[in-house]
């Protein structure tokens, strides 16, 4: 399963540079083996099958962007440890000896950034789940259906209903799909003033996810969303700044790229460092020991990572020595030649133990609140420090990914602790089930993403490799010194203090402001019609019915909905 979902996985994120997840079908199918033909099993069990089968280590999006790259754009190069020569490339040539040095350094670079990011989050993971608001919607669900098939009764029959019924709309949704009839997208745009947005995504499973997380998220995601493509952008166009091309992602795409994205990314990122000095202001004033529901900022998190790796003499040693390792290999490599190799070292340092946290909690608390996880932050953390400094080339826009700890796993480890009532699994029992899931899919990847590329191409029809364009738009920009409209500083520094004002004094949620700027449009509308039914169903039937029945029913919905939305993307675009 691990093998097949990632696979998936890595056509999607090639093509369209998203991803899904598929606890929900390896927990059914794994019911199916271990309880009914086998004749029993336990949480653990169904737990430890669930965690593995998602645990996915691809390098298809990375491997492809290099092949991409190197395929289409004149001026980019790379050093033979990533990739091999031009000449290989062009021709398409396979032989392994070409191929040995750049998969070898993909491994270590995973391994360490991987093993880094266990070291962290072992040591954050209570302090994280402690926050009522890291809910982890996704796995909320998944865990809340290893609850089900195991407790039996009603409970397994309320989430096969909602399945079925998920499964059954979307599946009439798409299917006018393949003779070119859309009913997955409404789009009302036309009927507005110029530069107005309201294009609604149709799915089950984005409601589902907007019913799942904080109601205070879903609803700020709505406002947020709903000022920014009917207050805001008809308004840019009045003025000349966006050009009203009738495409609303189009429109969307430069809205974010020239507007949006810098007091977006400030909300996200500098407004949780503010959060920190705003919570310590607001306890001295109002001598209060909890403010803002005991929610803790960067510096304070900060902070409990250092205690904790005082503490522990084994996660230090390991900390230590492998900083150490990326250290040495960043000033022998130089990957960011030609400038001197100190830069190198100076930057490791950086990444490891600053920008490499700030972004591990920047994706952890969006995933946990939002459901979703985007990788904007890396923008501001990485590329703008490397363009600032002077470097205008492109091997190091691709390096820093592996001079930092793995920000991603938090999503994968972190929930299964906090729901272990329902999963029964022990932090160790994570961590093996990871590697066993981590090892076959990064064998796997390699070859599955160099067979496509050579016998399909990439930027075909069949693969249309939109995932692989916008990244090559964006790096070849800042390897070339234009980076005039990714971030705009007065925003970002306005959007960071906005934002941890709002979230301390009113009930907006930070994170729910910022990714409202951020989502495309269509999916503003489904995630706050999801907030509202649940503040709606918490009021008539009380807050219990949520647990009791309502995220029973949404587990069912989302997981049926999202897996037949991707089947029918691919089978879409494979017709």
């Known amino acids: 399963m691990a093998l097949i979902f990632s696979a998936i996985n890595g056509y999607l994120s090639i093509n369209m540079g998203w991803n899904f997840g598929y606890g929900a079908v390896a927990v059914m199918i794994g019911y199916s083996l271990f309880h009914r033909v086998q004749g029993g099993s336990c949480r653990r069990e169904l737990s430890f099958l669930l965690i593995t089968s998602v645990s996915h280590m691809g390098v298809y999006q990375t491997l492809g962007f290099i092949l991409y790259m190197l395929e289409t754009e004149p001026l980019a190069s790379y050093p033979p440890w990533i990739a091999p020569p031009a000449e290989v490339i062009q021709a398409k040539d396979l032989s392994l000896q070409h191929w040995v ?37 996704t796995q909320s669900a998944t865990t809340k259906l290893v609850d089900a098939c195991m407790t039996g009764g009603g409970s397994a029959r309320l989430v096969a ?26 789009d009302l745009s036309g009927l507005l003033p110029p530069g107005c947005i309201l294009a609604i995504s149709l799915s089950l499973g984005f409601a589902s996810i907007g019913y799942i997380i904080s109601p205070r998220t879903s609803l700020s995601l ?35 790229m020239n507007f949006s994205m810098g007091p977006a990314i400030g909300i996200l990122l500098l407004g949780g460092i503010l959060l920190s000095v705003v919570v310590v202001a607001k306890n001295r004033l109002t001598k209060t020991e909890n403010p803002n529901n005991g929610e803790k900022g960067y510096l304070e998190l900060y902070k409990v990572l250092i205690q904790g790796l005082l503490r522990n003499k084994k996660y230090l040693a390991a900390t230590l020595g492998i900083f150490t390792l990326l250290a040495s290999l960043a000033y022998a490599l130089n990957p960011f030649a030609p400038l001197p ?11 490891f133990f600053v920008a490499g946290f700030m972004e591990a909690i920047f994706v952890s608390k969006m995933t946990a609140e939002t459901g979703m996880g985007m990788g904007v932050s890396s923008i501001l953390l990485y590329d703008l420090p490397i363009f600032t400094a002077g470097y205008r080339a492109f091997t190091g826009y691709f390096i820093h990914p592996y ?80 980076v005039s409209t990714v971030l705009n500083p007065w925003t970002f520094l306005a959007g960071g203090v906005i934002g941890a004002l709002l979230e301390v004094f009113t009930p907006i949620s930070m994170m729910g402001l910022g990714m409202g700027l951020l989502f495309p449009p269509h999916y503003i509308i ?11 169903t918490e009021r008539r039937y009380g807050k219990e019915f949520y647990e009791e ?13 999202l897996i037949v939305q991707v089947a029918m993307t691919i089978l879409v675009n494979l017709l």
Do not use: C
């Open 101 to 137: 040095t750049p998969i070898a350094f993909l491994l270590a670079g995973l391994t360490i950034s991987l093993i880094a990011g266990l070291i962290y989050y072992t040591v954050l993971r209570d302090e994280l789940n402690r926050s009522p608001r890291m809910v982890w919607p």
């Open 161 to 186: 209903v909602s399945a079925a019924v998920g499964f059954t709309v979307t599946l009439l949704q798409h299917l006018p799909t393949l003779w070119g009839l859309d009913l997955t997208t409404l």
């Open 222 to 256: 709505l406002t947020s969303g709903m000022i920014s493509y009917l207050v805001v952008t008809p308004a840019l166009v009045r003025r000349g700044l966006l050009e009203p091309t009738g495409d609303v992602m189009a429109l969307y795409q430069d809205y974010m």
């Open 341 to 351: 190799p100190v830069f190198a070292v100076a930057f490791t340092a950086y990444s």
């Open 403 to 482: 001079l930092r700890p793995n920000p991603w796993l938090g999503g994968g480890t972190l929930p299964y602790i906090k729901y272990r009532e329902e999963t029964r699994v022990s932090w160790r029992d994570i961590i093996t089930a990871k590697v066993i899931g981590w090892v076959p899919t990064f064998l796997f990847s390699i070859p599955f993403t160099l067979v496509l590329w050579k016998y399909v191409g990439f930027g075909t029809p069949m693969m249309p490799a939109v995932g692989l364009i916008q990244s090559k738009v964006y790096v070849t920009m800042l390897a070339t010194g234009d």
């Open 526 to 536: 489904p995630f706050g019609v999801g907030g509202i039914i649940r503040l709606a």
């Open 549 to 561: 029945k309502g995220r029973l029913i949404v587990t069912g919905l989302m997981a049926s909905s």
